[in-house]
């Protein structure tokens, strides 16, 4: 399908995903070898992303088995159509009768039913799901098999036999081998780690945050609609924010949101960042403990009003709430850092 490495970087900027050099030779290796491929890192850097662009790409159509605690072979695999089968066995009622005529006791009826082929086990009653689904399917597709690390290793034993021979067994019917070969995307966020026997299968890629540039251009193409100073802005914000303690740092497609949200208040240019501080945080960060954290640092004071109790001589601190990012976007520095200096200076007094 894809010639080279720099032919499939073609084909995904098309599809307006941005990749790097070394990941497109791996991804073009796992389509060429059509071997599984295995992406990890943290959530938010473009792993879904990648195999829904390919897809796309590659003129195929992606087959998802979002994965989560619980999911067992009946959601993954396949189940049988009980409906179906019950409307198919009151249809054959009617002929039981003609089947048993001449039999006696009730060996010879049970043997009898036991020697006909009555049809409920077959492809006909069965329901794929997406594994299942991936490999029956006459023309090639992208099957995805998302946030694999959310499963029980129970699960990643039940993809061994697809990741590895490309076949589904069904032990009412045999085993089904793949009609078309897929190419298998699986993603995980390093929650827990994988066994070895499934890495062992797989091509592996580690999935870091783009770089600061790189970023840029694909919020860019996202967001064609963001002044490129204003979307540099919101990407420098989260790199910041990223090298914080954050129980959950801010994604690509939440920069993307930021960045759409300073277009949609009109935000022309870095010097008006002002007036979207509050909302770029709101899509960046996604839990009150951080907020408090980014606004901490981001001011470079604490990011607190130091309020000291004179007859008990404790120092409280209290949220600010104005001024969240303008340590990110260079803005206000003089006048937070002269409050700041205030706040110290009667915290000092106080604790004398």
Known sequence: MFDSPETLAEALAGEDYVIDPEFAVVVHLATALERPLLLEGPAGVGKTELAK???????????????????????????????????????????????LSGTTTMAQASARLRAEDTG????????????????????????????????????EALLLEVLAEGQVTVPEIGTFTARSTPWVVLTSNDTR???????????????????????????????????????????????????????????ISEVIDA???????????????????????????????????????????????????????WVRRSSRPADTTSGAFGKGRAASTGGSAGARDRARRGLR
Not at 75 to 86: I, S, T, V
Not at 273 to 286: F, G, I, N, Y
């Open 53 to 99: 662009s390919l897809a796309a790409a590659g003129g195929r159509r992606l087959v998802r088995l979002q994965c989560y605690e619980g999911l067992d072979d009946g959601r993954a695999l396949y189940e049988w159509d009980y409906g179906k089968q019950l409307m198919h066995v009151q249809m054959l009622r009617d002929r039981i009768g003609e089947l």
């Open 120 to 155: 409920l086990y077959t492809e006909d009653f069965l329901l794929p799901r997406p594994l299942l689904e991936a490999l029956l399917s006459p023309e090639p597709v992208v099957l995805l098999v998302d946030e694999v690390d959310r499963t029980e290793e129970s699960m």
């Open 193 to 251: 780690e994988l066994s070895p026997a499934l890495k062992r299968r797989c091509l592996h890629y580690q999935v870091a945050f783009p770089t600061p540039e790189r970023e840029t251009e694909i919020v860019s193409r996202r967001a064609p609609a963001v002044a490129t100073d204003v979307v540099a802005d919101v990407v420098e914000l989260a790199r910041r924010l990223r090298e914080l303690p954050l129980r959950k740092s801010p994604s």
């Open 259 to 313: 960045s759409r949200a300073a277009a949609v208040l009109g935000l022309e240019s870095a010097g008006e960042s002002e007036k979207v501080r509050s909302t770029l945080l709101a899509a960046l960060l996604k839990y009150g403990s951080d907020r408090e954290l980014a606004i901490a640092r981001l001011d470079g004071d604490g990011g607190a009003a130091v309020e000291v109790a004179e007859d008990s001589g």
